[in-house]
Structures are given as C-alpha cells and as structure tokens.
C-alpha cells in the first residue's frame, strides 16, 4: 500500500457559522449533512462541536462527496 509523505487536508468542519455549521472551511468545499439527533452546535474543546441526542449509534454527520479526493476506492483516516 502506498502511504503519502505528509498528511492533506481535504475537509475541515469548525461548526463556527451558526447558520450553515455544515460548511467545509476546507479547500474542496465538500459540505457535510446533519443527520438525526443532531441537537445543536455547542463549545467544543477547540473551536465548536456537535452535540448529538439518543441512541449513539442513530445519531450521524455525514459527508458526501469525499470522491472529489481523486482517490476512489482507496482508504483514508478521518481525526476527530
């Protein structure tokens, strides 16, 4: 498997924009989704975060379009 030299961003989700807290501040401006049980945007450690209700396994952020990468059917690490 091939591993890259440095580490690239692709997206990045601050949740700061209280209107649009899905907004990628990334360079491919790949917006998330906000999923079920989402309650609201709260302080995070850094920065916002997300603050879900109920079943954990019920509750999602999601992001479509990550194809963008150029990099179909190959792995990638998501840091939260």
């Known amino acids: ?4 030299d440095s580490a690239t961003l692709v997206v990045y989700y601050s949740f700061n924009n209280d209107s649009f807290p ?6 491919l401006g790949i917006h998330g989704t906000m999923g079920s049980n989402v309650v609201s945007v709260t302080d ?20 479509n379009g990550l194809v963008q990468m150029g990099i179909a059917n190959h792995s990638f690490s998501i840091s939260l």
């Open 1 to 4: 498997s091939e591993l890259l």
């Open 22 to 27: 899905q907004l990628d501040s990334g360079p």
């Open 44 to 63: 995070g450690r850094v920065s916002r975060a997300l603050s879900f209700s109920g079943n954990a396994s019920e509750s999602s952020f999601q992001i």
